[in-house]
Nanobody, 126 residues
Framework: QVQLVESGGGLVQTGGSLRLSCATS????????VGWFRQVPGKEREFVAA?????????RYADYVKGRFTIYRDNAKNTVYLQMNSLKPEDTAVYYC??????????????????WGQGTQVTVSS
Protein backbone atom coordinates (compact mmCIF):
# COMPACT_ATOMS: atom_id res chain seq x y z
CA GLN A 1 0.00 0.00 0.00
CA VAL A 2 1.02 3.60 -0.56
CA GLN A 3 -0.03 6.77 1.22
CA LEU A 4 -1.78 9.17 -1.12
CA VAL A 5 -2.57 12.84 -0.59
CA GLU A 6 -5.03 14.68 -2.81
CA SER A 7 -5.15 18.42 -3.24
CA GLY A 8 -6.52 21.02 -5.61
CA GLY A 9 -10.22 20.81 -4.89
CA GLY A 10 -12.35 23.87 -4.37
CA LEU A 11 -15.29 25.91 -5.54
CA VAL A 12 -15.58 26.84 -9.21
CA GLN A 13 -18.30 28.14 -11.49
CA THR A 14 -19.86 26.13 -14.27
CA GLY A 15 -17.49 26.00 -17.21
CA GLY A 16 -14.45 26.54 -15.05
CA SER A 17 -11.40 24.38 -14.48
CA LEU A 18 -9.56 22.74 -11.63
CA ARG A 19 -6.51 20.55 -11.44
CA LEU A 20 -6.41 17.86 -8.78
CA SER A 21 -3.13 16.38 -7.59
CA CYS A 22 -2.45 12.98 -6.06
CA ALA A 23 0.98 12.85 -4.47
CA THR A 24 2.98 10.31 -2.53
CA SER A 25 6.41 9.97 -1.05
CA UNK A 26 6.54 6.34 -2.14
CA UNK A 27 9.64 5.90 -4.29
CA UNK A 28 8.08 3.05 -6.26
CA UNK A 29 5.01 5.08 -7.24
CA UNK A 30 5.85 4.53 -10.87
CA UNK A 31 5.05 0.85 -10.33
CA UNK A 32 1.44 1.71 -9.54
CA UNK A 33 -1.49 2.43 -11.79
CA VAL A 34 -3.49 5.36 -10.44
CA GLY A 35 -7.13 6.22 -10.70
CA TRP A 36 -9.56 8.93 -9.73
CA PHE A 37 -13.00 8.25 -8.32
CA ARG A 38 -15.73 10.47 -6.99
CA GLN A 39 -18.60 10.14 -4.59
CA VAL A 40 -21.64 12.18 -3.70
CA PRO A 41 -23.31 11.61 -0.31
CA GLY A 42 -25.93 8.91 -0.59
CA LYS A 43 -24.61 7.61 -3.89
CA GLU A 44 -22.16 4.93 -4.94
CA ARG A 45 -18.58 5.83 -5.58
CA GLU A 46 -17.99 6.09 -9.33
CA PHE A 47 -14.98 5.73 -11.55
CA VAL A 48 -13.63 8.84 -13.23
CA ALA A 49 -10.27 8.07 -14.86
CA ALA A 50 -7.19 5.86 -14.58
CA UNK A 51 -3.66 5.76 -15.92
CA UNK A 52 -1.32 2.82 -16.22
CA UNK A 53 1.91 2.61 -14.30
CA UNK A 54 5.33 3.81 -15.42
CA UNK A 55 5.00 5.56 -18.75
CA UNK A 56 1.35 6.40 -18.30
CA UNK A 57 0.91 5.76 -21.99
CA UNK A 58 -2.55 4.33 -21.59
CA UNK A 59 -5.54 5.93 -19.90
CA ARG A 60 -9.20 5.19 -19.38
CA TYR A 61 -12.09 7.60 -18.79
CA ALA A 62 -15.68 7.35 -17.76
CA ASP A 63 -18.02 8.44 -20.55
CA TYR A 64 -19.34 11.36 -18.53
CA VAL A 65 -15.90 13.02 -18.35
CA LYS A 66 -14.42 12.12 -21.73
CA GLY A 67 -13.22 15.15 -23.61
CA ARG A 68 -13.34 17.31 -20.46
CA PHE A 69 -10.96 15.61 -18.01
CA THR A 70 -7.37 14.53 -18.55
CA ILE A 71 -5.33 12.27 -16.30
CA TYR A 72 -1.55 12.35 -16.51
CA ARG A 73 1.43 11.61 -14.34
CA ASP A 74 4.72 13.28 -13.54
CA ASN A 75 6.88 10.47 -12.23
CA ALA A 76 9.71 12.82 -11.31
CA LYS A 77 7.32 14.44 -8.83
CA ASN A 78 5.57 11.22 -7.76
CA THR A 79 2.31 12.90 -8.66
CA VAL A 80 -0.72 12.10 -10.79
CA TYR A 81 -2.95 14.93 -11.93
CA LEU A 82 -6.54 15.20 -13.01
CA GLN A 83 -7.12 18.27 -15.16
CA MET A 84 -10.82 19.06 -15.15
CA ASN A 85 -12.18 21.48 -17.72
CA SER A 86 -15.70 22.58 -18.66
CA LEU A 87 -16.92 21.64 -15.22
CA LYS A 88 -20.61 21.08 -14.63
CA PRO A 89 -22.66 21.14 -11.43
CA GLU A 90 -23.05 17.36 -11.71
CA ASP A 91 -19.27 17.05 -11.29
CA THR A 92 -19.68 18.19 -7.69
CA ALA A 93 -18.36 15.43 -5.44
CA VAL A 94 -15.54 14.34 -3.20
CA TYR A 95 -12.76 13.14 -5.45
CA TYR A 96 -10.47 10.32 -4.35
CA CYS A 97 -7.31 9.04 -5.90
CA UNK A 98 -6.38 5.40 -5.64
CA UNK A 99 -3.36 3.32 -6.54
CA UNK A 100 -2.88 -0.32 -7.31
CA UNK A 101 -0.40 -2.55 -9.05
CA UNK A 102 -3.30 -3.69 -11.23
CA UNK A 103 -4.81 -1.29 -13.75
CA UNK A 104 -7.64 -3.81 -14.11
CA UNK A 105 -8.56 -3.41 -10.45
CA UNK A 106 -8.86 0.35 -10.79
CA UNK A 107 -11.07 0.13 -13.84
CA UNK A 108 -13.09 -3.02 -13.20
CA UNK A 109 -12.84 -3.93 -9.50
CA UNK A 110 -12.20 -0.88 -7.29
CA UNK A 111 -13.20 -2.89 -4.23
CA UNK A 112 -9.90 -4.70 -4.64
CA UNK A 113 -7.81 -1.53 -4.81
CA UNK A 114 -5.33 -1.33 -1.98
CA UNK A 115 -4.55 2.35 -1.52
CA TRP A 116 -6.87 5.36 -1.28
CA GLY A 117 -6.40 8.99 -0.47
CA GLN A 118 -8.52 10.98 1.95
CA GLY A 119 -10.45 12.85 -0.72
CA THR A 120 -10.77 16.45 -1.84
CA GLN A 121 -14.05 18.32 -2.32
CA VAL A 122 -14.94 19.75 -5.71
CA THR A 123 -17.97 22.01 -5.88
CA VAL A 124 -19.25 23.44 -9.15
CA SER A 125 -21.76 26.23 -8.81
CA SER A 126 -24.44 26.86 -11.41
Amino acid sequence: QVQLVESGGGLVQTGGSLRLSCATSERTFTDYAVGWFRQVPGKEREFVAAIIRRSGGSTRYADYVKGRFTIYRDNAKNTVYLQMNSLKPEDTAVYYCAADISFHNLVEDPGAVGSWGQGTQVTVSS
